[in-house]
């Protein structure tokens, strides 16, 4: 059966100055560092465009006039608008102050499903299997995990079955192939108007243990697919070597 994405849209967070990977992006915003033969965050934008999701707002501010120049206003199908983000509002801040642009350009209404993606993270998921977990559940939130057993620089997810009970954020004795958090959500309307406004606010610190706290459904999807977060230097030659070892498939072309 074919996924009815009418009213589902996606916010991509691409504002992050990318410190650790100095002097690289001195003069490159995180998201536009190369892999193989495109950018990090060109693997979220074809992701996309492969379920046929046709709208995007990129949150933008280290050096977003490259960014904007770079992928312009439409991308295999993608059509794409920008937040400018003059000060930080956090991970979840940013998503909030995006809603309003989503509902502004969207023919359909409001939209009522939103997809979070990192804008320099590159995977090759099954992300169409997320959202139908998320519907099936009827979930507030749906984030996709991967097992590791370098967890002890992300968000460590306790799950019971699909449901998830808890966080441990980056523990200094994880288990091995701990399920972290990817950074990549489903979220309904609802979990983001929960976000305060203008004000900084952070998904894994704040909102997911408020909904959990507030009785809202959470699940996860564990993604045995490839994902790499190439925030690090170690990290980003890894994901340019497996990308040249083929280890990658659909690898982000240029457009």
């Given at each position: 059966?074919?996924?009815?994405?009418?009213?589902?849209?996606?916010?991509?967070?691409?504002?992050?100055?990318?410190?650790?990977?100095?002097?690289?992006?001195?003069?490159?915003?995180?998201?536009?560092?190369?892999?193989?033969?495109?950018?990090?965050?060109?693997?979220?934008?074809?992701?996309?465009?492969?379920?046929?999701?046709?709208?995007?707002?990129?949150?933008?501010?280290?050096?977003?006039?490259?960014?904007?120049?770079?992928?312009?206003?439409?991308?295999?199908?993608?059509?794409?608008?920008?937040?400018?983000?003059?000060?930080?509002?956090?991970?979840?801040?940013?998503?909030?102050?995006?809603?309003?642009?989503?509902?502004?350009?969207?023919?359909?209404?409001?939209?009522?499903?939103?997809?979070?993606?990192?804008?320099?993270?590159?995977?090759?998921?099954?992300?169409?299997?997320?959202i139908?977990?998320?519907?099936?559940?009827?979930?507030?939130?749906?984030?996709?995990?991967?097992?590791?057993?370098?967890?002890?620089?992300?968000?460590?997810?306790?799950?019971?079955?699909?449901?998830?009970?808890?966080?441990?954020?980056?523990?200094?004795?994880?288990?091995?192939?701990?399920?972290?958090?990817?950074?990549?959500?489903?979220?309904?309307?609802?979990?983001?108007?929960?976000?305060?406004e203008?004000?900084?606010?952070?998904f894994?610190?704040?909102?997911?243990?408020?909904?959990?706290?507030?009785?809202?459904?959470?699940v996860?999807?564990?993604?045995?697919?490839y994902?790499?977060?190439?925030?690090?230097?170690?990290?980003?030659?890894?994901?340019?070597?497996?990308?040249?070892?083929?280890?990658?498939?659909?690898?982000?072309?240029?457009?």
């Amino acid at each position: 059966m074919t996924m009815n994405y009418r009213n589902t849209a996606a916010i991509i967070m691409a504002g992050g100055r990318g410190e650790r990977l100095r002097p690289l992006t001195d003069k490159i915003p995180k998201p536009l560092v190369r892999i193989g033969d495109g950018y990090a965050v060109t693997s979220s934008l074809k992701s996309l465009a492969a379920m046929g999701i046709t709208r995007a707002v990129l949150t933008v501010r280290y050096r977003w006039e490259d960014i904007v120049i770079s992928l312009g206003d439409l991308h295999d199908g993608v059509r794409l608008s920008y937040l400018i983000e003059n000060e930080s509002v956090g991970t979840a801040g940013g998503v909030r102050a995006a809603l309003p642009i989503l509902d502004a350009c969207d023919e359909a209404g409001e939209v009522e499903e939103i997809i979070v993606l990192s804008g320099d993270a590159v995977f090759d998921m099954k992300l169409e299997d997320a959202i139908k977990l998320h519907r099936r559940e009827c979930a507030s939130a749906t984030l996709v995990l991967s097992r590791s057993d370098d967890a002890g620089k992300f968000g460590v997810v306790n799950l019971d079955g699909n449901v998830i009970r808890g966080f441990v954020e980056k523990p200094e004795n994880p288990p091995k192939e701990a399920l972290v958090n990817t950074g990549i959500y489903i979220l309904s309307r609802e979990a983001v108007l929960e976000i305060p406004e203008r004000v900084p606010y952070d998904f894994g610190r704040e909102l997911f243990p408020r909904l959990i706290s507030l009785g809202k459904k959470l699940v996860g999807f564990v993604s045995d697919g490839y994902w790499c977060d190439v925030g690090s230097p170690e990290a980003y030659g890894r994901c340019c070597f497996d990308s040249a070892a083929g280890l990658i498939n659909e690898t982000p072309a240029r457009t």
